[in-house]
């Protein structure tokens, strides 16, 4: 059973029903957030309960969207494992260093948790086709979820991404469309084909549901954590749903009485192809600008203008962390050193977390004895596919 309460829109304030179909707040656009009874769930639920269940992100049942069991449309994603990575941590001097591995995932990425909470909560919801803007791991995810809930879905991706998210959606039987130029325009295409479709746009944030699944890796490493938090969390950031859905998670914990209030620095980690974070949170402002000329081989940090920016800039400022760019050459040496310190083949993604750890320990941000969670957002293997 769910302890979902409502949608609440973090700009305008306003309240909307979780029981009907939502995309953005109908009144300022912003994206939505699922609230839940929380006090409540606090008197209903035990913090050490949960270890006898399975190890999925349906583990926190209790604290996500769906309502009747039933409708869940999992392959089992999430409860990926935080691997402490000490001779990786050496080379960097950070001594207590940790990578939570979401290259397990069902598809390869953490990209399942979003869709397959998305996917689910939108078949309670009685939709019957999907639509989707990607840069890759998205579209290849929410292929497979659509797949097994036995419902159509068209991914829209940019016509150069990689081969191996290309494959995946056709072998899944979605439609694929290839749009010159990037997420940005294949969100223009797809939007335009949502509209008079009647498929429902699963795009970053444009639904509330994606923040949900993301954010179980909240709950996940507070939990392997034995509920204290590290000091430090690097997240690569492409629309930034991982991020702001893991900060959400620790409030909710605790607001839940799990955890006390210290949290850690949150870094947003992008591509210096693709920085519109950095630039914002380096200009003191609280929107990014469009970044054009977007330009690096890190599919997943391609997202010239995130439609959260507001949130995960407020996350980063309201945790005293801060947001680093890393070049590819950077990232392309960061994934030779975890495979060659700890054996872990990572997404290029995942290891631009690493190299930007490199940048944050040598100027003394990150101190040796800190504890610190790199986030491997996906395989390395799909990028050789
Ligand atoms: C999508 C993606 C990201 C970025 O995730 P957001 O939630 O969009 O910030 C990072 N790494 C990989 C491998 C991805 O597929
Ligand atoms: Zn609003």
Same mark, same amino acid.
């Given at each position: 059973?769910?302890?979902?309460?409502?949608?609440?829109?973090?700009?305008?304030?306003?309240?909307?029903?979780?029981?009907?179909?939502?995309?953005?707040?109908?009144?300022?656009? $912003?994206?939505?957030?699922?609230?839940?009874?929380?006090?409540?769930?606090? &008197?209903?639920?035990?913090?050490?309960?949960?270890?006898?269940?399975?190890?999925?992100?349906? !583990?926190? !049942?209790?604290?996500?969207?769906? %309502?009747?069991? #039933?409708?869940?449309?999992?392959? *089992?994603?999430?409860?990926?494992?935080?691997?402490?990575?000490?001779?990786?941590?050496?080379?960097?001097?950070?001594?207590?260093?940790? &990578?939570?591995?979401?290259?397990?995932?069902?598809?390869?990425?953490? /990209?399942?948790?979003?869709?397959?909470? *998305?996917?689910?909560? #939108?078949?309670?919801?009685?939709?019957?086709?999907?639509?989707?803007?990607?840069?890759?791991?998205?579209?290849?995810?929410?292929?497979?979820?659509?797949?097994?809930?036995?419902?159509?879905?068209?991914?829209?991706?940019?016509?150069?991404?990689?081969?191996?998210?290309?494959?995946?959606?056709?072998?899944?039987?979605?439609?694929?469309?290839? @749009?010159?130029?990037?997420?940005?325009? =294949?969100? %223009?295409?797809?939007?335009?084909? #949502?509209?008079?479709?009647?498929?429902?746009?699963?795009?970053?944030?444009?639904?509330?549901?994606?923040?949900?699944? /993301?954010?179980?890796?909240?709950?996940? &490493?507070?939990?392997?954590?034995?509920?204290?938090?590290?000091? @430090?969390?690097?997240?690569?950031?492409?629309?930034?749903?991982?991020?702001?859905?893991?900060?959400?998670?620790?409030?909710?914990?605790?607001?839940?009485?799990?955890?006390?209030?210290?949290?850690?620095?949150?870094?947003?980690?992008?591509?210096?192809?693709?920085?519109?974070?950095? /630039?914002?949170?380096?200009?003191?402002?609280?929107?990014?600008?469009?970044?054009?000329?977007?330009?690096?081989? *890190?599919?997943?940090? !391609?997202?010239?203008?995130?439609?959260?920016?507001?949130?995960?800039?407020? #996350?980063?400022?309201?945790?005293?962390?801060? =947001?680093?760019? @890393?070049?590819?050459?950077?990232? &392309? *040496?960061? !994934?030779?050193?975890? =495979?060659?310190?700890?054996?872990?083949? =990572?997404?290029?993604?995942?290891?631009?977390?690493?190299?930007?750890?490199?940048?944050?320990?040598? $100027?003394?941000?990150?101190?040796?004895?800190?504890?610190?969670?790199?986030?491997?957002?996906?395989?390395?293997?799909?990028?050789?596919?």
């Amino acid at each position: 059973m769910s302890f979902l309460s409502h949608l609440e829109c973090p700009e305008c304030g306003r309240n909307h029903t979780a029981d009907e179909l939502h995309t953005v707040c109908p009144v300022c656009g $912003s994206p939505l957030l699922a609230r839940y009874d929380l006090s409540q769930a606090k &008197i209903r639920l035990d913090r050490d309960r949960f270890q006898i269940r399975p190890n999925t992100m349906w !583990r926190w !049942r209790e604290l996500l969207p769906v %309502r009747d069991e #039933a409708h869940i449309i999992t392959l *089992a994603e999430g409860g990926a494992p935080l691997i402490y990575t000490p001779r990786l941590g050496q080379q960097l001097d950070v001594r207590n260093l940790y &990578i939570k591995d979401e290259g397990r995932n069902p598809t390869g990425t953490f /990209k399942a948790r979003g869709i397959g909470m *998305a996917v689910s909560r #939108a078949v309670e919801l009685g939709v019957k086709g999907f639509i989707i803007p990607t840069a890759g791991n998205a579209g290849g995810a929410l292929a497979a979820y659509a797949a097994r809930a036995g419902l159509p879905a068209h991914v829209f991706m940019p016509k150069d991404a990689p081969p191996s998210n290309q494959n995946e959606v056709k072998l899944a039987g979605a439609y694929l469309h290839l @749009v010159p130029g990037l997420i940005s325009d =294949a969100g %223009r295409e797809s939007a335009a084909m #949502a509209k008079d479709s009647g498929l429902f746009d699963v795009s970053t944030l444009k639904e509330p549901y994606r923040l949900e699944g /993301k954010k179980t890796m909240g709950y996940e &490493i507070a939990f392997d954590l034995r509920w204290q938090l590290p000091d @430090v969390i690097l997240y690569p950031k492409g629309g930034g749903t991982g991020l702001i859905g893991i900060w959400k998670a620790f409030d909710e914990m605790e607001q839940l009485g799990w955890i006390d209030s210290s949290r850690p620095r949150m870094v947003s980690v992008q591509a210096a192809g693709c920085a519109p974070m950095v /630039k914002a949170f380096e200009e003191g402002r609280d929107r990014c600008e469009f970044f054009t000329g977007a330009r690096t081989q *890190a599919a997943g940090l !391609r997202v010239p203008k995130p439609l959260g920016d507001r949130l995960i800039l407020r #996350a980063i400022r309201e945790s005293n962390g801060t =947001a680093v760019s @890393v070049t590819d050459d950077e990232m &392309i *040496a960061a !994934r030779a050193l975890i =495979a060659s310190t700890e054996g872990l083949q =990572a997404c290029l993604e995942g290891s631009a977390t690493v190299a930007a750890l490199q940048k944050l320990a040598a $100027s003394d941000w990150v101190e040796p004895g800190e504890r610190v969670v790199c986030l491997n957002t996906g395989t390395g293997f799909k990028d050789a596919i």
